[in-house]
T-cell receptor, first 109, second 113 residues
Framework: QKEVEQNSGPLSVPEGAIASLNCTYSDRGSQSFFWYRQYSGKSPELIMSIYSNGDKEDGRFTAQLNKASQYVSLLIRDSQPSDSATYLCAVTGDYKLSFGAGTTVTVRA | KAGVTQTPRYLIKTRGQQVTLSCSPISGHRSVSWYQQTPGQGLQFLFEYFSETQRNKGNFPGRFSGRQFSNSRSEMNVSTLELGDSALYLC????????????FGPGTRLTVL
């Protein structure tokens, strides 16, 4: 079983819609969770970090964490063409980040 | 603050050669991590350094090595390059604490011919 798994993509959403991304992790001891966005040919950039159960909102982005279910999600509201990218879920442990394979999101105008 | 910088940005080598990549962390960050990204394997952890000490190492052969200097700058070395080493090599820096956000540099694109 992979350490971090993301829902398979690609995900295509119309402009203005909500994009929903999901991620599960295997290490129950994990304490820190991140969502990174990566444009083609670029390096990952941080969108959200979340450490406690519940929701965390930042602008159009909302991260949700449920440690009991070992589940992290990211909602992108009012999706824009500039949101078209690959979204990477990452979990920390032993001084390293473990990444999911990524979900590619395309926002169509 | 300036971000994480990596040099060189692009590199072309031939099989059997060796390569050294450099990373300068964000000012004040003492932890530096290295990752390899390929289309087939995704982002994989190579190693992490703090105060010149390697705290964790990923599942890579001994041809991959790294070090950190007293000013927190880090280098990674790959010896006896193989075609499969072609990848984007990413450096990330963070504060000391476990679980702190890691900020990525632009990466070094290595092509092995």
């Amino acid at each position: 079983q992979k350490e971090v798994e993301q829902n398979s993509g690609p995900l295509s959403v119309p402009e203005g819609a909500i994009a929903s991304l999901n991620c599960t992790y295997s290490d129950r001891g994990s304490q820190s969770f991140f969502w990174y966005r990566q444009y083609s040919g670029k390096s990952p950039e941080l969108i959200m970090s979340i450490y406690s159960n519940g929701d965390k909102e930042d602008g159009r982005f909302t991260a949700q964490l449920n440690k009991a279910s070992q589940y992290v999600s990211l909602l992108i509201r009012d999706s824009q063409p500039s949101d078209s990218a690959t979204y990477l879920c990452a979990v920390t442990g032993d001084y390293k980040l473990s990444f999911g394979a990524g979900t590619t999101v395309t926002v169509r105008a | 603050k300036a971000g994480v910088t990596q040099t060189p940005r692009y590199l072309i080598k031939t099989r059997g050669q060796q390569v050294t990549l450099s990373c300068s962390p964000i000012s004040g960050h003492r932890s530096v991590s290295w990752y390899q990204q390929t289309p087939g394997q995704g982002l994989q952890f190579l190693f992490e350094y703090f105060s010149e000490t390697q705290r964790n190492k990923g599942n890579f052969p001994g041809r991959f090595s790294g070090r950190q200097f007293s000013n927190s700058r880090s280098e990674m070395n790959v010896s006896t390059l193989e075609l499969g080493d072609s990848a984007l090599y990413l450096c990330a820096s963070s504060d000391n604490r476990e679980g702190d956000t890691q900020y990525f540099g632009p990466g070094t694109r290595l092509t092995v011919l």
